[in-house]
């Protein structure tokens, strides 16, 4: 099976650093991508890891390590904003065809 | 353009009830999915269509029907729904080939009655 696995809650406080685990079981992986969310709203793209490393942009960063089934997404300089719900998504073949499939999702809590 | 237009927004229907979700897209991607969500869980994947074929279909109870009729267009056809079938249904276009950045559209929340 799949599974993406990340802490279900984080809090941090405005102008903090957080960093949101994502470990992942999968065959036919091909990257991983980063998803906010916030209550009510879509899904909007925050960054995509098909190689090993750090991928920067701007307050967002995200890592990938493909050995260790790990990736992150760090946030910088925390806002109020940035309070919402990220998913890690495994790229995944199923057949000739790709996929993306969703993590748990980590609830996160910016407080003044 | 850069949206994903999905209607109604907000639909609600009996069991016995047919009706139609719809998605538009004007960004020249050519794979286009269905998501289903539920309150404080992760998108679901439903369907994928590539190149105006259907190339996933995650195991999907018949009563959901998926329909591609050109490039910019998907729809979900909706027969006899279940009361768990409530959900916020996604719909999400990408370049088959970059799959891992989808564009959302803003969902159609669906409740069955």
């Known amino acids: 099976g799949q599974s993406l696995e990340q802490p279900s809650e984080v809090t941090a406080v405005e102008g903090a650093i957080v960093q949101i685990n994502c470990t992942y079981q999968t065959s036919g992986f091909y990257g991983l991508s980063w998803y906010q969310q916030h209550d009510g709203g879509a899904p909007t793209f925050l960054s995509y890891?098909?190689?090993?490393g750090l991928e920067e942009t701007g307050r967002f960063s995200s890592f990938l390590s493909r050995s260790d089934s790990y990736g992150y997404l760090l946030l910088q300089e925390l806002q109020m904003k940035d309070s919402a719900s990220y998913f890690c998504a495994g790229v995944i073949s199923s057949g000739s065809a790709r996929q993306l499939t969703f993590g748990s999702g980590t609830q996160l809590t910016v407080l003044p | 353009d850069t949206e994903v237009t999905q209607t109604p927004k907000h639909l609600v229907m009996g069991m016995t009830n047919k009706k139609s979700l719809k998605c538009e897209q004007h960004m020249g991607h050519r794979a286009m999915y269905w998501y289903k969500q539920k309150a404080k869980k992760p998108p679901e994947l439903m369907f994928v269509y590539s190149y105006e074929k259907l190339s996933i279909n995650e195991s999907v109870p018949s009563r959901f029907s998926p329909e591609c009729p050109n490039s910019s267009l998907l729809n979900l056809h909706l027969h006899a729904l279940q009361p768990e079938d409530s959900a916020l249904y996604l719909c999400?276009?990408?370049?088959?080939?970059?799959?891992?950045?989808?564009?959302f559209g803003e969902g159609s929340r669906l409740t069955v009655l």
């Open positions: 999400a276009s990408s370049q088959p080939m970059n799959t891992g950045e989808l564009f």
């Open positions: 890891n098909a190689l090993d």
